[in-house]
């Protein structure tokens, strides 16, 4: 069964810092990835997301992820960091089938002015 | 939030009673999921539908019921209501093309006493 990892629970930047979250996936084909925001008190609001092709994808918000296959990775990036970008951040990836997403457990992103 | 609306928004119960939560979508989406969100969890599967009268469970179904005989609606029930149900549940939708991305309602919050 296929699984995401974030290894950070909680991130903490400055604003205008530059911004990388991690995610690390198991699964054994090519995957399909996704990366969603949730602001407090709100629901998942996708971000970008990886099916096949360019390893760099490009999402909203001034966000962009790379996949590498090699590290099982898909972390997410971001050059500056604003303070509206504080929220939790979460990676997944969907099942061969392709009716189940699989969520790593969020990290939290806290930005200091 | 992609014209999903789940209520009620905010529930408070007591142990051993039934709770039903409504997710009602106007997207005419074939796919149809029920969340719940634990803190260190991410979000986790509990149901889903592929169609009219059409369900699964996903990972976390002990305890839980749905149904759906309407496209438009999937309801989430707690037979009967634990402590360890207390959690934020999100509807999600889907039409299954291009990878299946998934859009996300606002949540429910239940508090089970």
């Known amino acids: 069964a296929q699984s995401v990892t974030q290894p950070d629970i909680h991130i903490t930047v400055s604003e205008g810092a530059s911004l990388e979250l991690r995610c690390n996936y198991s699964y054994g084909a090519t995957p399909y990835l996704f990366w969603y925001v949730q602001s407090p008190g709100q629901g998942l609001q996708l971000l970008l997301k990886y099916f096949s092709g360019d390893t760099l994808v490009q999402g909203i918000k001034g966000f962009e992820a790379e996949f590498k296959r090699s590290q099982s990775s898909f972390n997410l990036r971001k050059p500056s960091v604003h303070w509206s970008d504080a929220a939790e951040y979460f990676c997944?990836?969907?099942?061969?089938?392709?009716?189940?997403?699989?969520f790593g457990g969020g990290t939290r992103l806290m930005v200091k002015p | 939030d992609a014209g999903i609306t789940q209520s009620p928004r905010h529930k408070v119960t007591e142990t051993g009673t039934p709770v039903t939560l409504r997710c009602h979508q106007t997207e005419n989406h074939r796919y149809m999921y029920w969340y719940r969100q634990d803190p260190g969890h991410g979000l986790r599967l509990i149901h889903y539908?592929?169609?009219?009268?059409?369900?699964d469970k996903g990972e976390v179904s002990d305890g839980y019921s749905v149904s759906r005989s309407k496209t438009e609606d999937f309801l989430l029930t707690l037979e009967s209501a634990t402590s360890s149900q207390t959690s934020v549940y999100f509807c999600?939708?889907?039409?299954?093309?291009?990878?299946?991305?998934?859009?996300f309602g606002a949540g429910t919050r239940l508090s089970v006493l």
């Open positions: 999600a939708i889907s039409d299954g093309a291009g990878g299946n991305i998934q859009y």
């Open positions: 997944a990836v969907l099942n061969n089938a392709g009716n189940m997403l699989t």
């Open positions: 539908s592929y169609g009219v009268k059409d369900t």
